[in-house]
């Protein structure tokens, strides 16, 4: 589903090179859960922006579905990522004056899909969520938690092959932050989504089975484990 094969990525200011990730390898199957743990200025987030085709490695390939995504040309790429790849944001990054339903059918809008089809899938999103009764509200209108079950109905509203989460209960707090981890994998068991969770909360990383510890920019281990119950 997803391999990640001999990637690195160094950031170039002026003269200065400064190498980021280094050689990192793995793969995650079609319907797994993967966290990615590390502490800050680990390159958690540029690891997830180069597999979500945000930007592109410097060295190493990233295959989404057998397809390198870094040799796509802009066009395709950005079709792939529009189709392809849901993505979950720490502070949510949902539009202001747009209603929560709005902002879940918005991708829908991108792909041309007709309004009465955007809001069904979107309300039925919002039901699967948890929150079936706030597609009227603004977002300011609700909790954080409520916030990022919006961002996550958005995330799988084109129905994609793999969902990107960087650091989702980053905002937070801990009793809601249960409940977002929960939701997804809720949401990775029964829609056998794959997920791949950036954190640096080894309390998230106990819940899933599956744990990518980067440190420094490099993968010092890739565990699996029995799951914590809450
Ligand atoms: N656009 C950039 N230009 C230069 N350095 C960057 C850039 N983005 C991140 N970095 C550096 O890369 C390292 C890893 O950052 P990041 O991937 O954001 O880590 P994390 O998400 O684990 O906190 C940090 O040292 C950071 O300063
Ligand atoms: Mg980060």
Known sequence: MLAVRGLSHS?????????????????????????????????????????????KPTTGSILINGEAIERMNENRLAEFRRSQIGFIFQSYELIPHLTVRENVEL?????????????????????R???????ALFPSQLSGGQQQRVSIARSLV?????????????NLDTKTEE?????????????????????????????????IHLRDGRLVEDRRQEVTPP
């Not at 969520?129 to 597609?135: E, M, Q, R, S």
Request: glycine share 12%; hydrophobic share 40%.
């Open 11 to 55: 950031f170039t200011n002026g003269t200065e090179t400064t190498p980021v990730l280094q050689q990192i390898d793995f793969e995650v199957e079609a319907g797994g859960l993967v966290s990615l743990l590390g502490s800050s200025g680990s390159g958690k987030s540029t690891l997830l922006n180069l597999m979500a085709g945000l930007m």
């Open 107 to 127: 991708p829908l809008v991108f792909q041309g899909v007709r309004p009465k089809v955007r809001r069904e899938k979107a309300d039925s999103l919002l039901t």
């Open 129 to 135: 969520v948890g929150i079936g009764d706030k597609g």
């Open 158 to 170: 084109t129905e994609p092959a793999i969902v990107f989460a960087d650091e989702p209960t980053g």
């Open 179 to 211: 409940e977002i981890i929960a939701l997804l994998l809720e949401l990775n068991g029964t829609l056998g989504l794959t997920f791949v969770i950036v954190t640096h909360e080894l309390e998230v990383a106990k819940r899933t089975r599956r744990v």
